[in-house]
T-cell receptor
Framework: ETGVTQTPRHLVMGMTNKKSLKCEQH?????MYWYKQSAKKPLELMFV???????ENNSVPSRFSPECPNSSHLFLHLHTLQPEDSALYLCASSQATQGAEQFFGPGTRLTVL | GEDVEQSLFLSVREGDSSVINCTYTDSSSTYLYWYKQEPGAGLQLLTY?????DMKQDQRLTVLLNKKDKHLSLRIADTQTGDSAIYFC????????????FGAGTRLAVHP
């Protein structure tokens, strides 16, 4: 595997379910990001981990819980989501230096029923 | 505010030039980016420009930056059907880590 991978690619869940999204990067980066992409809206930065420490929590509801166990893996734990949380969730990684390019994964398409 | 604004849709004929426009708000932004997203894929960095430049050319791509008006454009020469995608403009906030503020994306449709 190369680059940034995300699993699953598609997820359908009910509002009472608990699920997790996984992101893995094989680029030797030490910063990782979660973004939410909704139709016709700007990409929203949700969380940033730099050197395995969370450095940004962009006013995200607590029903989204990130976890970064090491510099190569990033999770987004989901529980009691709402239908408006349906979106494409993108993971990205970069070097933890200013101006470093962010490399994106293909995203997980989440549908909350 | 932190708004980056783009028009949502652009349609061009194959072989013509495409110009995608973007306005941003933070005059202290140091880098401005153009990303491309093809269907079912993540974002791919196309090109970027440093804020002390006003033009950058890379093969078929030309980026123009008007820092006074906070206006960024991406010109694609000889547009091909493979250029059909969503194009995102983003600004990198000064200081701290690599926080990018994205626009909503411009969907480029190329027709024969």
């Amino acid at each position: 595997e190369t680059g940034v991978t995300q699993t699953p690619r598609h997820l359908v869940m009910g509002m009472t379910n608990k699920k997790s999204l996984k992101c893995e990067q094989h680029l030797g980066h030490n910063a990782m990001y979660w973004y939410k992409q909704s139709a016709k809206k700007p990409l929203e930065l949700m969380f940033v981990y730099s050197l395995e420490e969370r450095v940004e929590n962009n006013s995200v509801p607590s029903r989204f819980s990130p976890e970064c166990p090491n510099s190569s893996h990033l999770f987004l734990h989901l529980h009691t989501l709402q239908p408006e949380d349906s979106a494409l969730y993108l993971c990205a990684s970069s070097q933890a230096t200013q101006g470093a390019e962010q490399f994106f994964g293909p995203g997980t398409r989440l549908t909350v029923l | 505010g932190e708004d980056v604004e783009q028009s949502l849709f652009l349609s061009v004929r194959e072989g013509d030039s495409s110009v995608i426009n973007c306005t941003y708000t933070d005059s202290s932004s140091t880098y401005l980016y153009w990303y491309k997203q093809e269907p079912g894929a993540g974002l791919q960095l196309l090109t970027y420009i440093f804020s002390n430049m006003d033009m950058k050319q890379d093969q078929r791509l030309t980026v123009l930056l008007n820092k006074k008006d906070k206006h960024l454009s991406l010109r694609i020469a000889d547009t091909q059907t493979g250029d059909s995608a969503i194009y995102f403009c983003a600004e990198r906030k000064s200081g701290g880590y690599n926080k990018l503020i994205f626009g909503a994306g411009t969907r480029l449709a190329v027709h024969p």
